[in-house]
């Protein structure tokens, strides 16, 4: 019983932070502004996990002014290659005006991908610990 309870723990943060996170991405979509942002690092890493997932993260890092005429340092995880972004280049961004940090590229969110299998983490967590709890239940 406390195995299940503990994966319920899990189920329960792993869907909290896929909440979250989906929070992010829909306000950056509905009040996010667009800004021109200069890339001041392109990190890419080739990803191969045993249990068979491979393929490329890239972490892009920029620096922008925000309407307040703030500086603002942020950066942006990718799940492909970076697509010929190099540092110096001007990319168009959009940011969330209240966390200038929590930006995005012009285009499809990248992040919608990490929320997918948080989500999925979740669902798999619930469902181990409905399971355990149902053989505690029975034993």
Excluded: C
Aim: hydrophobic content about 50%.
């Amino acid at each position: 019983m406390v195995l299940a309870a503990a994966l319920l723990v899990g189920a329960v943060i792993f869907g909290a932070i896929a909440v979250s996170r989906l929070e992010a991405i829909v306000r950056v979509r509905e009040h996010g502004l667009s800004a021109n942002a200069t890339i001041t690092k392109v990190a890419e890493e080739f990803v191969s996990i045993p249990s068979g997932y491979i393929g490329w993260s890239t972490r892009v890092t920029v620096s922008f002014t925000d309407t307040s005429g703030g500086l603002v340092r942020a950066a942006y995880t990718d799940h492909a290659r970076a697509g010929g972004n190099k540092a110096g280049q001007t990319i168009q961004i959009v940011y969330d005006p209240a966390k200038p940090t929590s930006i995005s590229p012009v285009g499809p969110d990248p992040r919608w991908l990490e929320v997918f299998f948080i989500g999925l983490g979740a669902v798999v967590l619930l469902g181990m610990s409905v399971y355990f709890a149902y053989r505690a239940w029975l034993a």
